[in-house]
């Protein structure tokens, strides 16, 4: 045997590269074909607006107050921007609880760069009334949840000085 010879010989290097690559482009050209056919095109798509939000907590001795305010970024619908706050109570310690649409109840259609909104104790059911809303404990987000529904984003947490 001449092992000189298998060196020098090349003649099958051509074929078994193109079959490589044909095999290639055919297995991307068919999950490219059944990302669309699936449906799963319209979710990448489906991504949640980049927007910046700000927090202004203010602390009073009968009920604390949170501004919440569109710094800049994208205009979102204010159907689609909800608010929910955890771990806020009123002052003999029960929880209060709020998740709703932030900025609907202060009548805007569309939320975009300065746009505001306070979170107060009218906001929150479970009897905070009387001046005794105290979100010093409180973690506040504000989601993005679209209206033709899918995956839900946070944009903006605020957490209270003793969070």
Known sequence: MHVKALFDDDEAVSPVIGVILMVAITVILAAVI??????????ISNTAPQASFSFDYSENDTADTLQVTHNGGETISANE?????????????TSLTYDG??????????VNAGTTDMIT????????????????????RVTYQPAEGGNSATLGRWDGPDA
């Open 101 to 110: 649409g932030l900025f609907e109840t202060a009548n805007y259609s569309d």
């Open 34 to 43: 059944a990302t669309f056919v699936l449906g799963l095109g319209d979710q």
């Open 121 to 140: 104790e009218s906001d929150f059911s479970g009897g905070a009334g009387n001046g005794e809303l105290d979100l010093s404990g409180a973690t506040v």
């Open 81 to 93: 921007a909800v608010g929910t706050v955890s771990g806020a109570q009123n002052a003999s310690g």
